[in-house]
């Protein structure tokens, strides 16, 4: 069984920084998309960035517009990471970060599958509070 656990989150001001982890467990395939996505009020969840574990090219990819601003990065374990600088107040949302087994020639594919609504197993998301 599948099991993705994040922390990380909070408050903080315009063009302060945060970090989010998040760690998967029980995946038995070797390589495995992981991602974050966020949900603003009212609104469907949105990818936001993903990663290809286990990949010779983990081929980080990111929303527009969080690009300069957000890094996704991996240890040598099933945990990634996403850090988050120069926050804006329209990055307040329900930050969920999530992992799906995938057999990917290119892992840019993984921002593809979270796109397409296609990941499976999620963590229990945190809140992003960004005050101006």
């Known amino acids: 069984q599948v099991q993705v656990t994040q922390s990380g989150g909070g408050s903080v001001q315009a063009g302060g920084s945060l970090i989010l982890s998040c760690a998967a467990s029980?995946?038995?395939?070797?390589?495995?998309?992981m991602g974050w996505f966020r949900q603003f009020p009212g609104r469907r969840r949105d990818v936001v960035s993903t990663?290809?574990?286990?990949?010779?090219?983990?081929?980080p990819t990111y929303t527009d517009s969080v690009k300069g601003r957000f890094t996704i990065s991996q240890d040598d374990a099933n945990t990634v990471y996403l850090q988050m600088n120069n926050l804006k107040p329209e990055d307040t949302a329900m930050y969920y970060c999530?992992?799906?087994?995938?057999?990917?020639?290119?892992?840019?594919?993984?921002?593809?599958?979270?796109?397409?609504?296609?990941?499976?197993?999620w963590g229990q998301g945190t809140q992003v509070t960004v005050s101006s």
């Open positions: 990663i290809y574990i286990g990949a010779a090219r983990p081929s």
């Open positions: 999530a992992a799906q087994a995938a057999d990917f020639q290119d892992g840019g594919n993984c921002f593809r599958l979270g796109a397409a609504g296609k990941f499976r197993n």
């Open positions: 029980g995946i038995t395939d070797s390589r495995f998309c």
